[in-house]
Every structure is written in structure tokens, then in C-alpha cells.
């Protein structure tokens, strides 16, 4: 079973609007940890914000926030005020094994975000 | 500073080459990572590195070598490689769990692989 999964394989969003990419996961363990990525077609990975399981508010990073709804097991990445510089591909991963020496990322199968003039 | 570097950018190698990538970080960080990705696919973990010690191997076909200089450096040797073997490589470095809370990972550029 996929421990994370991302429903929405695109979106378009127009400029300076607000958009969410959806994310949930799935996982037994208490403590884990959330991430959510973004790959520009250079390639590179570039983390954008963490949420921690025990964390009581939803992180925020300048126009990045982290709809945290743990009952629900979903953790959606808002973007504020797109901008043209956002289009990428997105991923949501999420850090289990909290015995391991390095863990794990597990990464959803990503969004491909295309930000409109 | 979150900076991973990595070289080549690119790497064009025919199937009885010998190559080697570099990862390098100067984050103190103590674990470093090997991913594969494909295009429009998720990264896929190849090996793990804690301490300078091999901690996770994702069932890696042995043409696949990496190595662990120094708390620094992470390479990956090449080998006799096949074409499905080309792709994306993408290195990371984190925290290790006993030192901070959060170990994100921090990727490098990567290294896109094409083997004739």
C-alpha cells in the first residue's frame, strides 16, 4: 500500500493567486515527520517546509504553509500568491523509523504545478 | 549554508566505462544519500551513509559501488552499466536523529546519467 499518496498528478494555477496541493499518508508509527519538496526542471530538490507529528500548529515558510490535519492523516502544501518562478513538480514525504540510524524518505508520486501568466 | 554540491552536472558513459560521481557537503551533517530518479517518477533510495558507514543498501546491483571518504565526500562508483541504468542522481546529507529534531534532508543538483 502507498504510504504517501498525491492525487493530483497537475495543476494550473493562475499568477499571484493562492493554490494547495493535496498530500496524505498513511503510517502506524507516533512520531514521524513531513516534508514537501520542489524540483524545477533543472532537477535539483529543494526543500520547502517540515512538519513534525507533534507539532500543535501548521508550519509556515513565507508564502509556503502546511495544512496539517492529523486526524485526517493529510498534510497539504498551500502556496500563496503564486508566482511564475513556482511552476515545478512537487513532492510530499514522509520520515518513519524512529529506531534507524539515517531514516527514510518515503516520497508521494508528486504534482506537477504550472503557474499561469 | 544548505548547500550539497555535485559533480558532473552531466555524464555521458557507454556500457564498459568506468565513472564516478562526487557528492560534497560542508554541513557537519552525518548521513549522506544516494537516490535514482527517473523522469517524472519520485527519487528512489539506493544507499544510506551514517557516521561514514554503510547503514542502508536498497538491494543495488553491485555495478553500483559507493564509497564514504571522509564525513565529507560520498562517491559513487560506476561500472558496466546498462542504459536503463540512466537517469537522474541525486546525493542528500541530514542530522543524524540524536543530534537535532528535525533531519531534513538537503539534496544536490544532481547528476544527470546517460549510458549508450
Known amino acids: 500500500a502507498q504510504k504517501i499518496t498525491q492525487t493530483q498528478p497537475g495543476m494550473f494555477v493562475q499568477e499571484k493567486e493562492a493554490v494547495t496541493l493535496d498530500c496524505t499518508y498513511d503510517?502506524?508509527?507516533?512520531?514521524?515527520?513531513l516534508f514537501w519538496y520542489k524540483q524545477p526542471s533543472s532537477g535539483e530538490m529543494i526543500f520547502l517546509i517540515y512538519q513534525g507529528s507533534y507539532d500543535e500548529q501548521n508550519a509556515t515558510e513565507g508564502r509556503y504553509s502546511l495544512n496539517f490535519q492529523k486526524a485526517r492523516k493529510s498534510a497539504n502544501l498551500v502556496i500563496s500568491a503564486s508566482q511564475l518562478g513556482d511552476s515545478a513538480m512537487y513532492f510530499c514525504a514522509m520520515r518513519e523509523n524512529p529506531l534507524g540510524s539515517a531514516r527514510q524518505l518515503t516520497f508521494g508520486s508528486g504534482t506537477q504545478l504550472t503557474v499561469l501568466p | 549554508d544548505t548547500e550539497v554540491t555535485q559533480t558532473p552536472k552531466h555524464l555521458v558513459m557507454g556500457m564498459t566505462n568506468k565513472k564516478s560521481l562526487k557528492c560534497e557537503q560542508h554541513?557537519?551533517?552525518?548521513?549522506m544519500y544516494w537516490y535514482k530518479q527517473k523522469a517524472k517518477k519520485p527519487p528512489e533510495l539506493m544507499f544510506v551513509?551514517?557516521?561514514?558507514?554503510?547503514?542502508i543498501n536498497e538491494s543495488v546491483p553491485s555495478r553500483f559501488s559507493p564509497e564514504c571518504p571522509n564525513s565529507s565526500l560520498l562517491n559513487l562508483h560506476l561500472h558496466a552499466l546498462q542504459p536503463e541504468d540512466s537517469a537522474l542522481y541525486l546525493c542528500a546529507s541530514s542530522q543524524l536523529p540524536s543530534e537535532i529534531r528535525e533531519e531534513t534532508q538537503y539534496f544536490g543538483p544532481g547528476t544527470r546519467l546517460l549510458v549508450l
Open positions: 503510517t502506524s508509527d507516533q512520531s514521524y515527520g
Open positions: 551513509y551514517s557516521y561514514e558507514k554503510l547503514s
Open positions: 554541513m557537519g551533517h552525518r548521513a
